[in-house]
């Protein structure tokens, strides 16, 4: 079965610090890879997605996350958080069969 | 474009009660999936619909069940509700397999 492991539970930065996610999967097959973010008191929005092509993707607001096949892993990253970048973050995995899987999330929060 | 709206968005049922959980697609949006979110997790696949066929399932007993409709809209039923079945149910929709658009939930409480 897939899974989908999320190594920070809550992470705590001060505005203009790195951010990088952990993210990590298990499935041996084909996978199309997401990460999500949940600002306080909305619903679950698209941060970026990967299906193919150049592991590198690049999403809204300065996010980008890298799919290291070797590794199993998908981090997301920023090189400078906001204040406004608080929100719970979620890496999903999708396999060919249509089945979603998603991590537990990690909470980030940004101290001005 | 319209987003992807659930109906209701609280509901309290008791143990042993059956529930109907509604959502509108996005616009376009031919593939709807449901989740389930318990408190402090990741919302968990329940399963997908497209063309008004299961095409995705995980791992949720067969009391769980879906319908999609022709223009989309879904519905999420469980029966012989337990008091472990209470969370957030989510909605998504998307075009098969594209990414997928989430609507607020559905808190369902079980008493």
């Known amino acids: 079965a897939q899974s989908v492991s999320q190594h920070n539970h809550h992470v705590i930065l001060s505005e203009a610090a790195s951010l990088e996610l952990g993210c990590n999967y298990s499935?041996?097959?084909?996978?199309?890879l997401f990460w999500y973010v949940q600002y306080p008191g909305q619903h679950l929005q698209l941060l970026l997605k990967?299906?193919?092509?150049?592991?590198l993707v690049k999403g809204i607001k300065g996010f980008e996350a890298e799919f290291i096949k070797s590794k199993f892993s998908f981090n997301l990253r920023k090189p400078s958080v906001q204040w406004s970048d608080t929100a719970e973050y979620f890496c999903?995995?999708?396999?060919?069969?249509?089945?979603?899987?998603f991590g537990d999330g990690t909470t980030l929060t940004v101290k001005p | 474009e319209t987003g992807v709206t659930q109906s209701p968005t609280h509901l309290i049922k008791t143990r042993g009660q059956q529930v109907t959980l509604r959502c509108s697609s996005q616009?376009?949006?031919?593939?709807v999936s449901w989740y389930q979110q318990a408190l402090g997790q990741g919302p968990q696949f329940i399963f997908q619909?497209?063309?008004?066929?299961?095409?995705g399932r995980g791992n949720f007993p067969p009391r769980f069940s879906g319908l999609q409709f022709p223009n989309y809209s879904s519905e999420l039923n469980v029966n012989a509700l337990e008091l472990d079945d209470s969370a957030l149910y989510l909605c998504?929709?998307?075009?098969?397999?594209?990414?997928?658009?989430f609507g607020q939930g559905t808190r369902l409480t079980v008493v």
């Open positions: 998504a929709s998307s075009l098969i397999g594209g990414a997928a658009f």
């Open positions: 499935y041996g097959g084909t996978v199309n």
């Open positions: 990967y299906f193919s092509g150049d592991p």
């Open positions: 999903a995995v999708r396999t060919n069969a249509g089945k979603s899987t």
């Open positions: 616009s376009g949006h031919n593939t």
């Open positions: 619909y497209y063309r008004e066929e299961e095409n």
